[in-house]
């Protein structure tokens, strides 16, 4: 491992490490490299989150169609994410860096004059993004906490303000885990993440053992389309591309733990793609 002053700021370095072709600009590391490929992996899946990334939003398919839009939507989404996921370990290879995107944007603008510009408009989109799925994961997973409960007390209906504070809570435990808890996090990330597999499998198993309104066949169940319920015509294809859109919206996220692994050029892009 070697350093050198680069030319752009007086306290970030240029480092290149044993690997051929792996540059990183970085100040000196402050945090603990406790992060393995397989809770880097186990990050990826727990934020892909199955269960709750494809039911959440389940009922955009419905309106959009149907069983036709969720089949289709799950194939071009995986296959445009795939080739998005593919740029960028092929990025965090090369440039290894906890800024991710906008890092990147800095390096890949040819011109000099327009590079800080790039890499500042590049980062607030990515910081609000970063808000935006944060905030809608909590906010969903406080309306299946208040879903559960009525389905075990139907004579109980949560009003806004009690769901509001609900979220408002998850909000805090998630802020005092990350804060007080680093050393746990990856314990974590592999937890949620074989959750999400385990409750895949039970949904797969009880649906199909279940089927309470008759069973159809493979055609109907992943072919059969109806545009009558939402009032969009065949637009209505679109909304349903929602759920797996949503699923796998923020596979990216996973580029901020590059300072947290011991080999970042490897185990980030392997965990992204």
């Known amino acids: 491992m070697s350093h050198k002053r ?3 700021s007086s306290q970030i ?3 290149e490490s044993s690997s051929p072709g792996v540059l990183q600009d970085v100040s000196t590391p402050q945090l603990r490299k406790n992060r393995s490929f397989i809770s880097v992996l186990g990050m990826s899946l727990a934020i892909t989150a199955v269960p709750y990334g494809l039911g959440g939003p389940l009922m955009s398919s419905v309106y959009g169609g149907g069983q036709l839009s969720m089949f289709i939507g799950v ?3 995986v296959l445009l994410q795939g080739a998005v996921a593919v740029s ?29 510009a790039m890499a500042y408009f590049t980062g607030w989109v990515w ?18 906490i208040v879903a559960t409960v009525t389905m075990y007390r139907p ?9 509001l504070y609900i979220f408002f809570g998850i909000c805090i435990f998630i802020f005092i885990l990350c804060a007080a808890a680093d050393k746990a996090l ?22 199909s053992s279940t089927a309470k309104e008759g069973r159809h066949s493979p055609s109907y169940g992943l072919t059969h389309y109806d545009t009558s319920i939402s009032g969009w015509g065949e637009f209505s294809f679109f909304i349903g591309l929602l759920p797996p859109a949503y699923a796998l919206s923020a596979i990216g996220m996973v580029m901020s733990m590059t300072e947290e692994c011991s080999k970042p050029e490897i185990e ?6």
């Open 6 to 8: 680069d030319s752009t």
């Open 13 to 15: 370095y240029r480092t």
């Open 75 to 77: 194939l071009v989404v």
């Open 88 to 116: 960028l370990g092929e990025l965090a290879s090369r440039y290894p860096t906890s800024s991710g995107v906008y890092y990147w944007s800095y390096r890949l603008t040819e011109n000099k004059r327009y590079q800080h």
């Open 127 to 144: 910081l609000i993004g970063n808000w935006t799925i944060a905030l809608s994961v909590n906010f969903g997973f406080a309306s299946l």
């Open 155 to 163: 004579e109980w209906t949560a009003t806004a303000n009690e769901t």
């Open 186 to 207: 990856p314990l974590v990330d592999t937890a949620a993440a074989i959750w999400s597999v385990v409750t895949t499998v039970a949904i797969l198993i009880a649906l």
């Open 268 to 273: 980030v892009p392997r965990a992204i793609s």
